[in-house]
Nanobody
């Protein structure tokens, strides 16, 4: 079955760029109609959809993060990558990659999700 795993640094300083990679197995990021998404959850807050890339390579971003967010992919490795520039302590969160249906509500028990990775922004 489909499995996703996030990887990247767990600690950054303010103003740096966050780069996280999602490695997908059991399914192709180019062959499914689902959105391959990045979602984050700050401590004590709700899940926040950040953006996604489709099987055809089209990207979409949350308006609130659009200016700082970029999603790309490496189809030869079946991976997609999140880049978030100019990070601040408010970007501290657990970051998830997920395969989701854009017509459904974002919830952890729907679709396929990685385990999440903690990212802390601190000076």
């Amino acid at each position: 079955q489909v499995q996703l795993q996030e990887s990247g640094p767990g600690l950054l300083k303010p103003s740096q760029t966050l780069s996280l990679t999602c490695t997908v197995s059991g399914g192709s990021i180019t062959a499914d109609s689902y959105y391959w998404s990045w979602i984050r959850q700050p401590p004590g807050k709700d899940l926040e959809w950040m953006g996604a890339i489709t099987s055809s390579g089209v990207t979409a971003y949350s308006p609130s993060l659009q200016s700082r967010t970029s999603i790309s992919r490496d189809t030869s490795k079946n991976q997609f990558t999140l880049r978030l520039t100019s990070v601040t302590p408010e970007d501290t969160a657990v970051y998830f990659c997920a395969r989701i249906d854009p017509l459904l509500a974002i919830r952890r028990d729907v679709g396929y999700w990685g385990q999440g990775t903690q990212v802390t922004v601190s000076s």
